[in-house]
């Protein structure tokens, strides 16, 4: 089957796949569902690497901003170096990813995460490839951040924040991409920025295992979700799921040159 749609941010090889991972990534070749299986620590790469050798998935390598003490910056000269070397080397890892900044628990470090961040986004910036930005309760931070590195080519996942947000990104380059979190009840401001930003800059993604719409809250996620994500995108921008697939499908296509 051809692709119809493309999951921009998915983590099929955490653990809540062990028992049908295989059986769940044909079923999503078969449904013409293609999936960029997302990094979010070093310890991933050997299995997204082997989820990549499927027909349509791709990966991105990098580490999340949670991640940081887990990573000194003494090894990540290392790290990075063995990322760009698989990018270099391999067409299905595509970008750098997931990357950014998450003042959840606090900002205690916040400068540790600006000093992986600005690694990473040199990185990227060296290899030409688009990044994965994760952003948490910072994105004033990452706008001024990303201000250094302007155009940045690459996606916001799993926006959550305000339209006049929105636009900054837009203007440093950036895609937008949504959940099925536009679909819960309490995110009417989120859907109200879904609505407006133009269709060309928008993503489609699951964030899976995390994340399912809000019929399923509480189960499990997976990559099929973004259909109806598009279905609900469809309707704020009165027109029709199947348009809302081929362009959000295109975009991803040609961000992250996937060569299909």
Not at 61 to 84: A, C, M, Q, T, Y
Not at 209 to 221: D, K
Request: some cysteine; aromatic content about 6%.
């Amino acid at each position: 089957m051809n692709l119809k749609a493309i999951d921009t941010h998915a983590h099929l090889s955490f653990q809540q796949y062990d028992g049908d991972r295989e059986k769940l990534v044909k079923e999503l070749e078969k449904e013409g569902i293609g999936v960029i299986e997302v990094a979010d620590k070093p310890a991933s790469f050997t299995a997204i690497e082997e989820l990549v050798k499927n027909k349509y998935v791709w990966g991105m390598l990098g580490i999340h901003p949670l991640e940081v003490d887990n990573n000194p910056i003494i090894s990540l000269p290392k790290i990075i170096e063995g990322i760009e070397s698989k990018i270099l080397s391999n067409n299905k890892i595509v970008g750098i990813g997931e990357i950014g900044l998450d003042y959840q628990y606090g900002m205690e470090k916040a400068t540790k995460q600006h000093n992986l961040l600005r690694m990473l986004l040199d990185s990227a910036k060296k290899l030409d490839v688009p990044v994965t930005l994760h952003c948490r309760k910072a994105y004033g931070d990452l706008i001024t951040f990303l201000n250094e590195f302007k155009p940045v080519k690459g996606v916001i996942h799993c926006y959550s924040g305000t339209l006049e947000q929105a636009e900054s990104f837009l203007e440093l380059g950036l895609h937008i991409s949504f959940t099925a979190s536009i679909t819960y009840p309490a995110n009417e401001e989120l859907r109200n920025v879904a609505k407006v930003l133009p269709l060309s800059k928008i993503m489609l993604e699951t964030d899976s295992p995390f994340l399912p719409g809000q019929s399923r809250r509480g189960q499990r996620n997976d990559p099929r979700t973004v259909l109806e994500v598009a279905e609900y995108l469809a309707v704020l921008h009165s027109t029709t799921k199947e348009k809302i697939l081929d362009i959000t499908t295109t975009n991803a296509q040609k961000l992250f040159k996937l060569g299909i």
